[in-house]
């Protein structure tokens, strides 16, 4: 058995080595010579590289470390009698999750996680009791009367850290990401052991910041009302593991609430036996619960009114940061840290340090991520005037940035990289020789949130060393970067495979799409090769393509995924260029609760109206109108089965499966109210004709224009002769076709 006072986790494939069996350590908690520290030989701490070692562990305090090294000093040799009964095994974890039920749209969420499965009172029985607690608070509030329920769900999680939350985010399916959140990790300690610091961090940069000042404003708000002897103190993103939740791709903005921090260094108890309950104020909690539990319920009650509040809030916020050009306390450039750092940042001195142009773009960026997440809120009004308010926060904000650094795009050296998996690898859990390029890097974690698939490696450098405050070479990056996309997490697409706007717009020309033409487009960006930019640049060259005085619909169906349709929020599942496509500020989306039509162009009002009204395939439909008014269709990576024009055809014959008021479907109306409309009765078994039959058909006549658009096969035709074609398939079949409507149980059939 080998004593040392050193953390025995970088050292256990030395410790076989030599021979040992096990390791005894006295590795000393600051402050707490009784207490032991927790030092955990299990996944997640060890290191790959450490990992073969099969060695018993053992922690000592360093007052019975010194004890055992007294007798070690008299006797020479000691001999220590071990009972150890420990094995490996293949388990799993617990994740308890809890809801708030919203009233309005109960699928859509507002997260907290407060991680389970450590010792401590404070880490972490303080953040799961304080779940219960706001879920009793709420739920009482709204049995009693005195509050409403709210319009989203609030949902409690409770896992084995960050491997029981994004294993839970990445299998468990659902709609759309939660709106936003909260992790709840060391709260409600004694004043006097955290120095009276209730600790606000930001969520991680390159996510929606807006949250952090609604945070801040209801803690601040809160405070007066209990006394905690707590005072609020704010600061850049830290890395808990936790909350990198905030992933702006696959998670949602994250800030931290915590009583870890001390004025200097963290709270002595940290991660050892002596984080008890005794370090732990009731008063403390019941301001973390009643602040957090504000938070939570603001977030998910918003509506309209309040995201367009926070947007022109948030635009005042940035444009002060802008015009007074430099690093002040308000302007959140303050590196991101990890959770262990000893000291938390200094506030700047105001007016110390000018905005670089660098920075200023940066403040940008952040500030339209915000205002575009800030729309995920809407309900109810008038799409257009909103969106227009959206533009406006975002235009006043550029033209006073009036950045100078343009982004560089493809060159011939620099590749785009851009994500291909969830989240990021875990150092402890990827094979040494990738892990230590990656650590050589000097990069965080994280640094692979801001491959969008639009900047190059120079723009990330220039991310991450505002993020960083600190110069970062494109070298790093690079090498990085690569190190990832070893083990699947990004593709690195070089410059020449990057199918530009231009390219796309030259090869719809040659297809057949002229300026003027109405087209419904179905497609598919993962078979269009890589696209510069990606879905919204596919977006830009069809619209081009059409010209000002063409129009451009997309299907914008959720297929009843969506308990309740929110026309100004819910996404398609059409894939990702129609879900940008109808996000788009000029767009318009038709009223259909489970199969909206969205539109841009001359006639996308005239095409959208009554949807829901005439039927979703009627002839005044929109892709009824589209049919009877010499429209085109556009298959982009995808065949004429899915066009869903073939369906006008069926229901014109008339067709006995399809009833368009067959069933019931919520929707939101533009004065904010959910209610029950007639929707789609879709047929219960399979069309005896396939429509595979119609590419053959049209080709065969010459009804059909085909070719490449960018890395696939597409195809135009005319909607009426796809019409004409549907209809000359069935008109012998579905007199005597037996298939029926799936009628809902609630309507009654």
Known sequence: MVLTRLSPRGLLRKLDAAGAVGVITDYP?????????????????IPRSEDPARLVGLVLSENQGAALRRLIGLHDVVRAHVKVDVRKYGGHHDLVSARVMGRDDPQDEVWTLAHSAEPGAVDNASGVSVCLEMARILESLIAAGRLSRPRRTIRFLNAYECYGFFHYMEQVSRL???????????????????????????????????????????????????????????????????????????????????????????????????????????????????????????????????????????????????????KDAASGLLPSAGQTKQKPPDTPQDGAEPLSLEEIDYLREAHT????????????????????????????????????RKKTRASSLEPIPYRTAFLSPMPANVPTDIAHRLSASGLADWAVFWADGRRTISDIATELSCEYQRPVETEQVEKYLRGLADLGYVKMIQPER???????????????????????VHSSLSVLGPVLGGAETVVDALLEAAGPSGTVLMPSFHHRVAQVFNPMTTPTINGAIPDVFWRRSEAVRSDHPTHAVAA???????????????????PESPIGKLIHHDGYLLALGVTHHTTTTYHVAEVSIPCGCIDPFGNMHKIVGNDGVVREVKSLAFRAGECPVPPVRLHDTLR??????????????????????????????????CPSCTVRPNYAKAVGR
């Open 176 to 326: 759309e990401t939660p709106l936003a959140g909260v992790n709840l990790d060391m709260l409600g300690m004694k004043p006097d052991v955290c120095n009276g610091r209730l600790s606000w961090r930001a969520t991680i940069p390159m996510s929606a910041g807006f949250v952090d000042c609604i945070g801040e404003a209801v803690l601040r708000a809160t405070l007066p009302h209990i006394a905690s002897g707590y005072t609020l103190h704010t600061g850049p993103f830290v890395s808990t593991a936790d909350t990198l939740a905030g992933d702006p791709k696959y998670g949602f903005p994250c800030p931290w609430l915590t009583t870890h921090y001390r004025d200097e260094g963290v709270y002595h108890a940290y991660h050892s036996s002596a984080d008890t309950r005794e370090l732990l104020s009731p008063e403390g909690l019941a301001v973390c619960a009643a602040g957090t539990a504000a938070y939570l319920y603001y977030l998910a009650d918003m509506g309209s009114e309040q995201a367009v509040e926070m947007a022109q809030t948030e635009t005042a916020r940035t444009l002060d940061i802008l015009r007074r050009g430099v």
């Open 700 to 733: 065969a006549t010459g009804q059909e224009r085909y070719g490449r658009i960018g890395d696939t096969e597409a195809s135009l035709v005319k909607g009426i002769d796809l019409w004409n074609t549907r209809r000359a398939h069935l008109k012998d079949v």
């Open 369 to 404: 991520v915000s205002v575009d997440r800030l729309q995920r809120w809407l309900w109810g009004g008038d799409r257009r005037a909103l969106m227009a308010v959206f533009d406006t926060c975002k235009k006043t904000v550029s033209d006073t940035a009036r950045a100078k």
């Open 498 to 520: 990057m199918i530009t706007k231009d390219r796309l717009i030259a090869d719809l020309r040659r297809l057949g799409l002229c300026p003027g033409m109405d087209v419904m």
């Open 29 to 45: 908690q600051p402050h707490l010579p009784d207490a032991t520290a927790w030092i955990k030989f299990g996944w997640g701490h």
């Open 600 to 618: 841009i162009g001359p006639r996308a009002e005239w095409y959208c109206e009554n949807h829901a009204e005439t039927g979703i395939w009627s």
